[in-house]
């Protein structure tokens, strides 16, 4: 089985007068500011320095209309909208749940994140560096307590992914030094996957309105002025874009897992903690959430930022890392905020999921603050965390890479354990769900000395540099280095430095379709801009609640006892980004100002 398809994509965007368009921005933009399709303003400069205005917002970056994509690959990646889960499971398994699964698998390998990890990775990059040494240090605290019979707090045992797996058009036969358009003929369309995210993925929340958007403006101007019949029927081209709600029902899904083990030690009104970046520009995709899980969930959410986790009162004699703390042999997590201090006696807010908008990348642990102390802490907490160190650490790009090798998808999805437990036993792989993965992998090399594949990317790198990118272990964009860029990048590096980054072979997207793309904050006196020629980046959401299976028998070593087969406790499908950019930018990230949020109409 592959993901490829046969496909004629549309001339677009279709044509529309001066009125026309003028009449379409305004209403747009009216719509992105009554529905919350919005952003902060950039910082300016008071008397207290440079600060993000919190009174006053700016749309967020969205196209005009929805942007063409092969029906049969968008429904290989994320499932069809309306097909019931049973007859989506009987026709084969989508890209979502084979890669939910797959990434929940790799991070309960404590053997194969050593290997890619602990014995590569975090030997060049300080980050990772730090990251694996929070994993080892609570995955010591665990064994030590299994071996003293003590069982594991459900945050100990428990992963949650919030999971995006982003994907690019791939036109193979189509020579990226040549012009010619993709549309209005028949071309072989590939998906090929970017990366996939496991910590921090965004705007689940803000592409479900630009969806919402899309549909309201195919209504208001009577299917867009029948300018495009791809665009005359909503309910058949236009899917439905549930990412807020499947984002928010793993955080739930969490948050009750937490609530049933306490077993009614649990104290008044257990929250959802976001722990966020300061001076955040898009607080809006995640206040949603957090009113999603209040409206839908009964569920209420406190937000910090790892400062204010660390330097708010704390109760005497806790352990305590600033305003948050552990409390019990539990290690339940307790914080106190200004306005929530004097809940449970004094003792703060007990804490039953800890969703990370921050922490992914270096810029979020300042060399001289806390915040190393303050994820440490929570990691050790009996709080559910989205992600743990080591699904965060199971995201990065080396194992994205490996994962690519000869033989590592057999062994996670063929060879895994059976389990007699129907939570574990229902699942179960073909070969041809592996084909299926394989067929999005572009190529992927690693960089070292000590083996072949290493020797052949090095070469590759520096023979070759325009076929690549260059792709380092982080997150959050603008961290890439391509095409001629590369040669040069690489000598500048310290010997072994090469060892932090992966080769992967560039994309090559179909040409010719375009957009009108409304940039953040664009006026309508400014009006679209028409691109002629864009990308789309297609991510595709999907939870986990994922664990080890049954209990272990006690002759089992220590050192096997946090690797068995896989619980999935919960498990959602459903949602998507579009981001959608010109063709003379690189980089595809939305909050760093590269793209701008679109939504599908199914060709």
Request: net charge negative; hydrophobic share 35%.
């Amino acid at each position: 089985m592959t993901d490829s398809a046969s496909v004629v994509l549309p001339a677009w965007p279709p044509a529309f007068s001066e009125d026309q368009l003028r009449a379409l921005a305004s209403a747009s933009t009216d719509y992105a500011l009554a529905h919350g399709l919005v952003y902060r303003p950039v910082a300016v400069t008071s008397f207290q320095g440079r600060k993000v205005p919190t009174d006053s917002v700016i749309h967020a970056p969205f196209s005009l209309l929805p942007s063409p994509f092969p029906r049969s690959l968008f429904e290989r990646a994320h499932g069809a909208a309306d097909r019931k889960q049973e007859e989506s499971q009987s026709r084969g398994h989508s890209l979502a749940a084979l890669y939910a699964h797959l990434y929940a698998r790799v991070t309960l390998d404590h053997d194969f994140l050593e290997r890619v990890i602990g014995a590569n990775v975090a030997k060049v990059d300080e980050f990772q560096g730090k990251l694996w040494e929070i994993y080892l240090q609570v995955r010591k605290e665990q064994q030590e307590a299994l071996q003293a019979g003590t069982p594991l707090s459900i945050g100990q045992r428990l992963h949650l992914g919030l999971f995006r797996s982003d994907y690019l058009l791939h036109a193979p036969d189509d020579d990226p030094d040549q012009a010619e358009s993709s549309v209005g003929s028949r071309r072989n369309l590939e998906l090929k996957q970017v990366e996939f995210n496991t910590i921090s993925a965004s705007f689940g929340s803000l592409s479900s309105r630009v969806s919402e958007l899309h549909r309201h403006t195919h209504t208001a101007t009577t299917a867009f002025w029948g300018a495009a019949d791809e665009l005359r029927s909503a309910e058949r081209t236009l899917p439905s874009n549930k990412a807020l709600q499947t984002l928010a029902g793993g955080l739930a899904a969490a948050h009750r897992a937490y609530i049933e083990a306490q077993q009614g030690s649990a104290t008044e009104a257990p929250a959802v903690l976001f722990v966020v970046q300061p001076e955040e520009r898009n607080a809006f995709d995640q206040r949603w959430l957090e009113y999603e899980l209040s409206s839908t969930h009964q569920i209420r959410v406190l937000r910090a930022t790892f400062d204010e986790l660390s330097s708010a009162a704390s109760p005497a004699g806790s352990q305590t890392q600033g305003g948050a703390s552990l409390q019990g042999e539990a290690r339940k997590l307790f914080v106190r905020l200004p306005g929530f201090s004097a809940a449970n006696g004094g003792r703060g807010v007990e804490i039953s999921v800890v969703y990370l908008r921050a922490g992914y990348g270096p810029d979020d642990y300042p060399e001289h603050g806390t915040a190393w102390d303050v994820r440490h802490m929570l990691e050790r907490s009996a709080a559910i965390k989205c992600p743990t160190v080591a699904l965060q650490l199971a995201g990065a790009k080396k194992v994205q890479q490996v994962l690519a090798e000869p033989g590592v998808l057999e062994k996670f999805l063929l060879e895994a354990p059976a389990s007699s437990d129907d939570r574990t036993s229902h699942v179960r792989f073909t070969s041809q769900d592996v084909d299926l993965l394989r067929s999005t992998f572009s190529g992927l090399w690693p960089l070292d000395n000590r083996s072949d594949l290493g020797r052949e990317g090095i070469r590759l790198a520096r023979a070759e540099p325009e076929r690549f990118v260059l792709k380092p272990q982080r997150e959050g964009g603008g961290n890439n280095v391509y095409r001629r860029d590369i040669p040069e990048f690489l000598d500048k590096l310290p010997v072994g430095g090469e060892e932090g980054y992966i080769l992967m072979e560039i994309i090559k997207p179909p040409k010719g379709v375009g957009n009108y793309l409304m940039r953040a904050g664009a006026s309508n006196e400014e009006g679209p801009k028409l691109a002629r020629d864009v990308i789309s980046e297609l991510g595709v959401y999907s939870t986990a609640l994922f664990g080890p299976g049954s209990e272990p028998e006690p002759a089992v070593k220590s050192s096997q006892r946090l690797g068995h087969e896989l619980e999935m406790v919960h498990e959602g499908y459903g949602g998507y980004l579009l981001r959608t950019k010109g063709r003379d930018s690189d980089e595809g990230g939305v909050a760093v100002g590269y793209s701008v949020i679109d939504s599908i109409v199914l060709v």
